[in-house]
């Protein structure tokens, strides 16, 4: 099995962009997903593969790879934004499990 | 609306055994798969097991493999973990959630999530 490795915590001021990196070897062929939780509440969806946004998502949410690494960007982050960010991607070796990194708490103040 | 009840969690002595189920409503539940993810306290997500939309292929998180087992009935739309050999590492809010993609038996992935049952192992 393999990781998926965020930074603990990402801080930034309202208005300000927050960038949330995932690096894992499987990335450049297998699509990074986003997921944000807020205390007490179930994840949501904000990126599917790479960098598509789901309907109901905000446009300044927005993702994107380049060889092992995955980014999400949070382009003039709002005070609601903060919460956990985690990505999620399967692994390539024809067994189909799933991983998530270990998550990023955003602060947004 | 897509819609996922969980239900089953409760208090465990280590070594039992526990049955999750997911009720799932809004959607043709025999054309997704289905996921399993936990939450153990103050930490974060942990993918367990999904199931494919036919309930033909199962994969498992090495943490659970060998002492849990998926099912599904797409005739009354449920979702079932069984959870054996139960350890205090396994206490987590567990989630069920659907996959993103129809008939999807790659790369799968979550789009909709329930609120989560909580299961505490101890003695």
Redesign the interface.
Request: aromatic residues 32%; glycine residues 16%; charged residues 10%.
């Given at each position: 099995?393999y990781e998926l490795t965020q930074p603990p915590s990402v801080s930034v001021s309202p208005g300000q962009t927050a960038r949330i990196t995932c690096s894992g070897e499987p990335l450049p062929k297998?699509?990074a997903?986003w997921?944000q939780?807020k205390s007490g509440q179930?994840?949501?969806?904000v990126i599917?593969e790479d960098g598509k946004r789901?309907s109901g998502i905000p446009e300044r949410f927005s993702g994107s790879t380049s060889g092992t690494m995955a980014t999400l960007t949070i382009s003039g982050a709002q005070v609601e934004d903060e919460g956990?960010y985690?990505c999620?991607s399967?692994e390539s070796s024809g067994?189909?499990?799933?991983?998530?990194?270990?998550?990023t708490s955003l602060t947004v103040l | 609306q897509v819609q996922l009840v969980e239900s089953g969690g409760g208090v465990v002595q280590p070594g039992r055994s526990l049955r999750l189920s997911c009720v799932a409503s809004g959607f043709t539940f025999s054309s997704y798969g289905m996921h399993w993810v936990r939450q153990a306290p103050g930490m974060g997500l942990e993918w367990v097991a999904v199931i494919s939309y036919d309930g033909s292929d199962k994969y498992f998180a090495d943490s659970v493999k060998g002492r849990f087992t998926l099912s599904r009935d797409n005739s009354n739309n449920t979702l079932y973990l069984q959870m054996s050999s139960l350890r205090p590492e396994d206490t987590a809010v567990y989630y069920c959630a659907k996959d993103r993609v129809k008939g999807a038996r790659d790369q799968y992935n979550m789009d909709v999530w329930g609120k989560g049952t909580t299961v505490s192992v101890s003695s």
């Open positions: 099995s297998r699509y997903f997921y939780q179930a994840p949501v969806l599917y789901p956990d985690y999620y399967t067994y189909h499990r799933g991983v998530f990194g270990g998550g | -």
